[in-house]
């Protein structure tokens, strides 16, 4: 039987299991905007099980980099708030810490790799030097070994003559080594989850799957968890377990891979998927998605994609769609129950 996850938080939120190295319940974000306040996230929940890969995927602006970072503490509090919710790290809720003891647990417990990892690395010293710094920071050794410890890692991330490599600047390196180096640093002080905002998007295709085959075989190696964040759903396919798809700051879809490839429950899935170049369900042509994500100042009341998609109907429009569990997953869509979606077969 589906049970419907309300719009409202409980005032005491139970602790996670001990199971889930990440669970996200209910969260909602504001921005502060010359229009006003403006909800950029709506009653987001999704969870990742140790040693697990969860895909977070979406167009541009469905908020999927806004999730990121409300989990590594770096919104703005100036200019943003939870409104709502609670994210749950082990058992530690980190809506709740002070600044102080989220500093303590970025980088060392929850670290980020993001897109472009050249213009992420400081021009001015070498890749050693930084990756050595992260050590000294979160670790307190000397430099010494920090130095050490910087070598060790480019060795495992599998940069050739490590210690030459070491003292480049990362405009002597490729895209990939870049990459290679921000991994290192993300690394070296042994998180238990890693946020992989975009990681290969900037990559060629070679490169690319370089990059996730090492982040697969260091998965393993070091008992990660990773949030993979990711527009593509093919690099999400060959990375994740399993699959959260967000649209206008709301999660609409999440599963199994292999469930929400081969039998999607949300028409914006269907409109991904057949958005494949590879995929068998459009036949002999890609099919597009018609109109954008609306800005956040302009999402509808009710279904956030009702305007775009071509199954919508009265039921659609006016409320706000709860998202509804079902036995491996769940689906934010009223008419869920009664359509048949195409997959890839």
Known sequence: MSTAVTDNAPSTPPTAPTDEVLRIESLSVEFSTERGPVRVLEDVSLSIPRGGTLGLVGESGSGKTVTSLAVMGLLDRRISRVVSGQIWYGDTGLTSVSPREMRAIQGSEIAMIFQEARRSLDPVFTVGEQIAETVRTHEGVSRKDARKRAVEMLELVEIPDARRRAHAYPHELSGGMCQRVMLAAALAPRPSLLIADEPTTAL????????????????????????????????????????????????????????????????????????????????????????????????????????????????????????????????????SGELILEGIR
């Not at 949030?227 to 396919?237: E, P, Q, R, S, Y």
């Not at 649209?247 to 999607?264: D, K, L, M």
Request: with cysteine.
């Open 204 to 335: 060629d295709v070679t490169v690319q799957a370089q990059v996730l085959a090492l982040l697969r075989t260091l998965q393993d190696e070091m008992a990660l968890t990773i949030l993979f964040i990711t527009h593509d759903l093919g690099v999400m396919a060959e990375t994740s377990d399993r699959v959260a798809v967000m649209y206008a700051g709301q999660v609409v879809e999440e599963g199994a891979v292999e469930q929400v490839f081969t039998r999607p429950s949300h028409p914006y899935t269907e409109g991904l998927i057949r958005s494949l170049p590879d995929s068998a369900a459009h036949k002999s042509r890609m099919i597009a998605i018609p109109g954008s994500v609306p800005p956040a100042y302009a999402w509808p009341t009710g279904c956030r994609f009702a305007a775009r998609c071509s199954y919508s109907d009265d039921s659609c429009v006016g409320n706000a769609v709860p998202l509804t569990r079902h036995e491996d997953g769940a689906v934010r869509c009223t008419r």
